[in-house]
């Protein structure tokens, strides 16, 4: 496990008795660990600059040093949002805080698994209300457990895994946003090409009118002469 917060009741965590059994405590691990697995909060997660507020998209200008004093269009407070998020692949604070109660929620019921699962650790943590922070557990070289007394090394351990898995879960995030984003993109193309079609069409259709008419108006004109030509042929006599 990568947390290390405030002391809490690991108990509590898994919500079970201080007298559970290993059985009943790897059931409400399992049970916790997958209704609260950050693959789960992904779409909630997912960032939407189009649903935050002209105060939000300013205030997360802002956290990238990125002047929009002057702006108050929504529409142009979302294009920029979505440049700095292309360039940075960061969402806003407040998104960041529900990634990191996500993530912290998931790496504390894992903590209370970890430390109840193992009776050794169980024990130490009945007796201290302690998970042991003495006694840092790493994967070996042959695939165990060894014992490592190094605590700054330690601290390096469980930063690498804190922000490997905030990085997960904004990885998803952020690959969640690009893929709407293409589908936007695809479908506004789409509906580009339809009016343009839509638009030939009708310059064709206007352009076939237009030739038609006039067509018909020579044709019109032709007759006319040819009325009047025949008239004066008969009143005035001549080929």
Known sequence: NFYDGPMIDLYRVLEIRRT??????????????????????????????????????????????????????KRELVEVAKQIYRRTGEPDRALRDKIDEVNETFQIINLAHETLGDEERRRYYDLTGDWGEEIVFVPSREGGRADMGDRDEAERVR??????????????????????????????????????????????????????????????????????????KGVFGGD
């Open 20 to 73: 559970a059994t290993s059985s009943s405590i790897r059931s409400a691990y399992k049970k916790l660990s997958r209704s609260n697995h950050p693959d789960r909060f992904v779409d909630e997660l997912r960032w939407d600059p189009e649903g935050m507020t002209v105060g939000e998209l300013k205030g997360y200008a802002g956290e990238n040093d990125v002047g929009v004093a002057t702006l108050t269009d």
């Open 159 to 232: 930063d690498r895994g804190r922000k490997s898995q905030m990085d997960d879960v904004q990885r998803r995030v952020y690959e969640g946003y690009l893929k709407e984003e293409r589908e936007r993109e695809e479908k506004e193309k789409g509906i580009r090409e339809e009016g343009e079609r839509v638009r030939r069409m009708k310059r064709e259709r206007t352009e076939e009118e237009t030739r038609r008419e006039r067509e018909g108006r020579e044709v019109r004109q032709e007759m006319v002469k040819e009325k009047w030509g025949n008239l004066f």
